[in-house]
């Protein structure tokens, strides 16, 4: 079975501290993507890679970056955590482009900016 | 982009039959997903369509027509663990991206 980790389930950090939250998967799979989730406004893709170094913004990038330096691992940073930054983030990885692309879930992440 | 319409909430009964539509808009249609999520849980994967009719798989089938820009989740004997939000995912190939967008998602509750 794939398993995608999530380093931390919650976290609470104080506005303008740097926040890293990391991910891994253990299927060798080629694409991993951050998306946030808050009620009422489903998943929004913040960033997703499909090769190691490589990364594409989604949807709502704006104070936020990523890393991967390994294929397994993709990692989210918040530069300076804001208080609209509270929400669950959740990982997810996919094969490749080619299939289906069924997305492999983390548990998520909660965080809380105060 | 894509719109995706979905109902925010419903309710039904244990043992019933619930259908949760979706509705969307995209000019490069390159397949639809349904994933289920409990609360406090990740989404997991439940199917996928990119041909028009209906994909059969257990208690769940899931419905497509492509002309109509709709998709329907149909949910049978229903159980209280069926209660769980399901999400409505389109992959539009026109910009580009083969990136999957959600829907806000449907909330339902199973009573006994």
């Known amino acids: 079975d794939v398993k995608v980790t999530q380093s931390s389930r919650y976290l609470v950090k104080r506005t303008g501290e740097k926040v890293f939250l990391e991910c891994v998967q253990d299927?060798?799979?080629?694409?991993m993507f951050w998306y946030r989730q808050d009620p009422g406004l489903g998943l929004r893709l913040i960033y997703f890679s499909y090769d190691v170094k490589m990364k594409e913004k989604g949807d709502i990038p704006e104070g936020y970056s990523v890393s991967r330096e390994k294929k397994e691992r993709f990692s989210l940073i918040l530069e300076s955590a804001s208080t609209n930054q509270t929400s669950m983030y959740l990982c997810a990885s996919s094969l490749d482009r080619s299939n289906t692309g069924e997305l492999f879930f983390g548990e998520g992440s909660r965080l809380t900016v105060l | 982009g894509q719109n995706i319409d979905q109902p925010t909430e419903m309710t039904a009964t244990e043992g019933a039959i619930v259908q949760i539509n979706c509705t969307y808009q995209t000019s490069g249609f390159n397949g639809l997903f349904w994933y289920q999520q409990h609360a406090g849980e990740a989404p997991t994967f439940l199917s996928y369509?990119?041909?028009?009719g209906l994909e059969e798989k257990g208690r769940f089938s899931s419905f497509l027509s492509r002309s109509k820009g709709y998709s329907y989740l149909l949910l049978k004997e229903l159980q209280m663990k069926d209660s769980a939000s399901y999400l409505c995912a389109v992959r539009d190939l026109s910009g580009g991206s083969y990136i999957p967008t959600f829907g806000r998602g449907t909330s339902l509750i199973v009573h006994p």
């Open positions: 299927m060798d799979h080629e694409n």
């Open positions: 369509n990119v041909l028009d």
